[in-house]
């Protein structure tokens, strides 16, 4: 069960990986074929550069602090099905979550040609580091019964 669940939240992580390659591969074709994008001055390129900004400042911390305090909560629930859902679902969303920013921020360094968003887009990217799933995470985070969980060694 567990490694079900580890699967799918792996096929999400890679996912938003993935979209922001192609998010890169796509900016870079727009730049290859002189497409001028948004002019760093103008007042939407400033408004959307500061509202970005402003949501990596508030989605990394949030994310991941409001996981890990819904996580000692989790913690008080005696089934441990209902655990692993409701970590399933935080997880996937903290992801997203992350992933969101990470990904527009390629596009929005592309679009904006800013030097500010790409390092925004690479603290999302340094966000979803920490949120990279594995087995060994989860049966230490849901503090499940170790014996019955560790995977066989091949």
């Known amino acids: 069960m567990i490694g079900k669940i580890i699967k799918k939240l792996l096929l999400v992580y890679y996912s938003v990986y ?25 007042s939407i390129a400033i408004n959307l550069s500061s509202a970005f900004i402003l949501f990596i400042i508030l989605s990394i911390p949030l994310s991941l602090g409001l996981f890990h305090f819904q996580l000692k909560k989790w913690l008080l629930i005696t089934d441990k099905n209902i655990r692993i ?17 990470f990904v527009v921020g ?49």
């Not at 922001?20 to 074709?29: D, H």
């Not at 859902?85 to 920013?101: D, F």
């Not at 679009?111 to 999302?124: D, E, G, N, T, V």
């Open 18 to 42: 993935l979209a922001a390659v192609v998010a890169a591969v796509v900016g870079y074709v727009f730049i290859f074929k002189n497409y001028v994008g948004i002019e760093a001055q103008s």
């Open 85 to 101: 859902e409701k970590y399933k679902k935080a997880s996937i969303y903290r992801i997203i979550v992350l992933g969101l920013g």
């Open 106 to 154: 390629v596009i929005f360094a592309y679009l904006l040609r800013s030097q500010s968003i790409i390092f925004c887009a690479a603290m999302a990217a340094a966000g979803l580091i920490f949120c990279k799933p594995s087995e060994m995470k989860m049966i230490e985070e849901l503090q499940l019964d170790k014996e019955e969980n560790i995977p066989a060694e091949k």
